[in-house]
């Protein structure tokens, strides 16, 4: 037990201490400033009355904020940075001739759960705290509550329309979207984070199977993700969940259930070579 934690320790250290995790807070927390300036600038020279509060103003409700930049940064450019922070932690240490070393000193098993839950710790951070971040400069422009004057759903669309549209009757989480938008910002921050981990863990389980390029461990679940979000039926793209939106439909069951799945479907993929007894640090 001890031996495991210690592994575990250690694969952290790496991982806090690596450029990569440096490197990908640095560039999220600059992308979701851009955000912040470019939601500043859609509410400039408005009414102080029209200014939405800092739960409706966050950059990740981006059809009310008018912020497209955050759905670039989503969809194409979190993915890479959170598969990159140390989703090819395996890929590096078994090139470097570094991961038979860890091993003998630990075991096979103890080294590989512990680089994956450092990898999936790492994606998760890597998306959370930019996202968190982005909730707390919304409060350095924005209120923390607004009138009913103030836009809450659409641009130009105040609080005093909410019950006037119909349109946003099918929003997932309708009850913490007209009571506790806070929640449901949170709600979505630590889901993003979700993925992100997620991500990290696809990169580290590919490092199983693929040994002839780094660029293909670390790009090919995010390009799975940004492929799958064209080719899918809305009810099952994945990459829609990762935003909030009034106007497009979600399916409760695979916001909640895609997760879950993913993540037993990377388990089997890390445990069938242990299982088949494949020398996976070769």
Same mark, same amino acid.
């Given at each position: ?8 320790? @250690? ?15 640095? /560039?999220?927390?600059?992308?979701? $400033?851009?955000?912040?300036?470019? *939601? ?14 800092? #739960? ?22 979190? =993915? ?5 922070? !140390? ?7 078994? &090139? ?8 003998? &000193? ?32 919304? !409060?350095?422009?924005? =209120?923390?509550?607004?009138?009913? #004057? ?11 329309? %909410? #019950?006037?549209?119909?349109?946003? #009757? ?6 913490? @979207? ?33 040994? *002839? $390029? ?12 940004? /492929? ?5 039926? $809305? ?9 909030? $939106? ?6 409760? *069951? ?6 879950? %799945? ?12 242990? %299982? ?7």
């Amino acid at each position: 037990m001890a031996t495991r934690v210690g592994v575990l320790q @250690f694969q952290f250290r790496r991982m806090l201490a690596s450029k990569a995790w440096r490197y990908a807070v640095v /560039v999220g927390l600059v992308a979701i $400033s851009v955000c912040f300036v470019q *939601t500043c600038l859609v509410f400039w020279g408005h009414d102080v009355g029209e200014v939405p509060a800092a #739960d409706v103003a966050w950059v990740g409700n981006y059809e009310s904020t008018q912020t497209p930049l955050f759905c670039f940064y989503l969809y194409f450019l979190m =993915p890479f940075l959170a598969a990159a922070v !140390f989703g090819d932690s395996l890929f590096l240490d078994v &090139r470097r001739r570094y991961a038979g070393c860890v091993a003998v &000193r630990s075991s096979l098993r103890s080294y590989l759960v512990s680089g994956a839950i450092a990898a999936f710790v790492g994606g998760f951070l890597v998306v959370l705290v930019p996202l968190l971040v982005s909730q707390l400069l919304a !409060f350095v422009a924005f =209120p923390a509550t607004s009138g009913q #004057d103030a836009y809450q759903l659409l641009l130009n669309t105040s609080a005093a329309e %909410v #019950d006037s549209t119909g349109w946003y #009757d099918k929003t997932l989480f309708l009850g913490l @979207f007209l009571n506790a938008r806070y929640l449901l910002n949170l709600i979505f921050i630590v889901y993003d984070a979700l993925w992100g981990g997620l991500l990290a863990l696809a990169a580290f389980a590919l490092s199983l199977y693929v040994r *002839t $390029s780094r660029l293909l461990v670390v790009g090919l679940p995010a390009l799975v993700l940004i /492929v799958s979000s064209y080719l899918l039926p $809305s009810d099952l793209d994945i990459a829609q969940c990762l935003i909030f $939106s009034l106007v497009i439909p979600r399916s409760p *069951t695979v916001f909640l259930a895609a997760p879950l %799945v993913v993540l037993l479907v990377l388990v089997g993929a890390m445990w069938l070579p242990l %299982v088949r007894r494949k020398d996976v640090l070769l």
